[in-house]
């Protein structure tokens, strides 16, 4: 299965990330800054995405990227 992945020294972390608004599933999603001084910043939730690639024709940054997903088994 493919899915989407954010090269985080690539992404600006820009609050209106315009991978988040066009994504049909609503996988580019925001990381919460836990640490005083640390940067938000954006992410893909690997098991809403879908790998359609819609998200990296918008990157300006061209931080995203298609790869094989392998789901972890426990």
Not at 22 to 51: L, Q
Request: proline content about 8%.
């Amino acid at each position: 299965m493919l899915t989407a992945s954010i090269d985080q020294t690539r992404c600006d972390r820009q609050p209106g990330c315009p991978a988040s608004r066009v994504c049909p599933r609503g996988a580019v999603v925001p990381i919460a800054a836990s640490a005083p001084g640390a940067r938000h910043g954006w992410t893909i939730d690997e098991k809403r995405c879908t790998g359609c690639g819609v998200c990296i024709r918008v990157c300006p940054m061209a931080a995203i990227q298609v790869r094989e997903y392998v789901e972890e088994t426990s």
